[in-house]
């Protein structure tokens, strides 16, 4: 497998990033741990004339723990994040769905920035973002500006950042609450057949908030507003899990494919939600 | 349109200095180009881990990186962990807990464990299941390669706690 041929940039700065994006325009693709993008360009479905590697690009890999937010480098991998005991014990969503993404040399390699920039209905990170209403900063020409992890995903592969920038960070509030992140899968290293990420607030016995986003159940990541409000003001009972699971049924928008058909990711979907909503209030 | 490009790595503590296109896989430059051939092709789309070597730390599918990535790195693949006359514990205990039958996958299997037991000495069955989840073996059926790794880990700690 010989990907087609490109001009290789390893710049040392975001500076260095833009010019180039700037001088070669379309021709031009970031790329980060390369474990999506890569196999694309192996397999030809994707053709970049100019590569532009960040890994040496500064301060893009820390993980900052503020009062109220948490802000991750784009360049941070998922086994950093997997590692990182302070941010685990802050937001162990995080922790838990990293360990669910791909193998161990992918978690190496694969970064929380190229995960939500891709755009792969796939790929876990977007509706764990969605789910935890992060912001994703990007910088392009014309500065910087940050976009709701919420209002990011337009169809596949297609998000709201513009070509020329490029996402530098990822700022979540700090989360509370019950969590839990549930995925079916063919087999350990898959993408999900059906994934839930699931926040939930118990204040003496009701579910004050609760926030439910579902991934590759639709060409882009699904948060479920309706289902969160489902369970608010509920005590997270039977019937309050079976109007959640119904109201999620009704955002997304599953097609058939190898992992299976319609009516057989739809049933999946709710078993995963009506599980990863069990485990978050009994963590609550 | 894209030149070779002059590159320098260090494989198994030897620095090697070539030319090469970016686009090349690193899995082909250490095959081919270095005739290191421990590391294998299994998949090349990956998922198998047949490729697996270190690089500054980290357990890589060589097959999934571009030799340009590489360039300035360290990289240790079987070659540089142990050989015939000085094997290291995880060969020696997958030789006798028949921890391979055809050994294709064997060279990503040991490069991949001694990272593993690296990060997590005393590992149980369960995480050297989920620690070596990027390695397939059509043969075995894991159940001796996990055994050979609770072996070599056992002696390894044991060694360590004799000079210690
Ligand atoms: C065998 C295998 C199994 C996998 N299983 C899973 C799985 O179960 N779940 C999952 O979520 N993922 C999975 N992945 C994908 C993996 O997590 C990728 O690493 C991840 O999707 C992309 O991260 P990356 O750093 O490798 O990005 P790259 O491949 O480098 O980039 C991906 C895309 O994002 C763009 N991009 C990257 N960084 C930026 C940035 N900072 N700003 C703007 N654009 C950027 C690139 O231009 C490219 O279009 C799997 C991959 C493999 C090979
Ligand atoms: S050959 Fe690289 S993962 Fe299979
Ligand atoms: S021993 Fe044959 S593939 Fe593992």
């Not at chain 1, 109007?243 to 058909?261: F, H, K, S, W, Y």
């Not at chain 2, 599918?61 to 571009?66: I, L, N, P």
Request: hydrophobic share 40%; aromatic share 4%; with cysteine.
């Amino acid at each position: 497998m010989i990907p087609a041929a490109f001009e290789y940039y390893r710049p040392k700065d975001m500076a260095g990033v833009l010019s180039i994006l700037e001088e070669q325009g379309d021709d031009a693709r970031v790329m980060a741990g390369g474990h999506s993008l890569i196999p694309m360009m192996k397999l030809r479905m994707a053709d970049v004339p100019h590569l532009i590697d960040l890994q040496d690009v500064e301060g893009m890999s820390g993980i900052d723990l503020g009062a109220e937010t948490i802000r991750i480098g784009a360049m941070v991998t998922q086994h950093d994040i997997i590692e990182h005991e302070p941010l685990a014990s802050v937001a162990p969503i995080l922790r838990e769905a990293a360990l669910q993404i791909a193998d161990p040399q992918v978690r190496y390699m694969g970064t929380v920035g190229g995960n939500v920039a891709n755009g792969d209905p796939g790929n876990d990170m977007p509706g764990l973002m969605q789910c935890l209403d992060a912001a994703f900063t990007v910088v392009g020409p014309d500065g910087q500006r940050d976009i709701p992890a919420r209002n990011f995903y337009e169809a596949a592969y297609m998000t709201a950042r513009e070509d020329e920038e490029v996402l530098t960070t990822v700022t979540i509030p700090m989360p509370i609450g019950g969590y839990a992140y549930e995925k079916q899968k063919r087999k350990i290293g898959d993408y999900a057949t059906a994934a839930a990420a699931v926040q939930i607030v118990n204040d003496g016995g009701t579910c004050a908030s609760a926030s439910i986003a579902m991934t590759n159940l639709s060409d882009t990541p699904i948060y479920s507003e309706a289902a969160g409000a489902a369970l608010v003001g509920t005590s997270v009972d039977d019937a309050a899990m079976s109007a959640a699971v119904a109201a999620m049924l009704g955002d997304i928008d599953p097609t058939e494919d190898n992992r299976g058909p319609i009516a057989f990711k739809k049933h999946v979907a709710g078993v995963i939600l009506r599980r990863a909503i069990e485990r978050a209030w009994s963590r609550a | 349109m894209s030149k070779k490009q002059h590159y320098k790595i260090t494989v198994n503590g030897k620095e090697e200095e070539f030319l090469a296109e970016p686009r090349e896989l690193l899995i082909y430059t250490l095959r081919e180009r270095l005739n290191i051939t421990g590391p294998h092709i299994g998949c090349e789309t990956s998922h198998c881990g047949a490729c697996t070597v270190t690089i500054d730390g980290k357990s890589v599918k060589a097959c999934t990186m571009f030799v340009a990535q590489a360039d300035g790195k360290d990289i240790t693949t079987i070659e540089g962990i142990g050989g015939p006359d000085d094997l290291h514990p995880l060969q020696k205990a997958f030789k006798e807990h028949h921890g391979l039958q055809c050994g294709y996958c064997t060279p990503g299997m040991i490069t991949r464990a001694t990272k593993l037991l690296e990060e997590n000495p005393k590992p149980t069955e369960e995480e050297i299941r989920f620690g070596m989840a990027g390695n397939l073996c059509r043969c075995t059926g894991y159940q001796n390669i996990v055994k050979s790794i609770m072996a070599a880990a056992a002696e390894m700690n044991a060694a360590k706690e004799a000079t210690e």
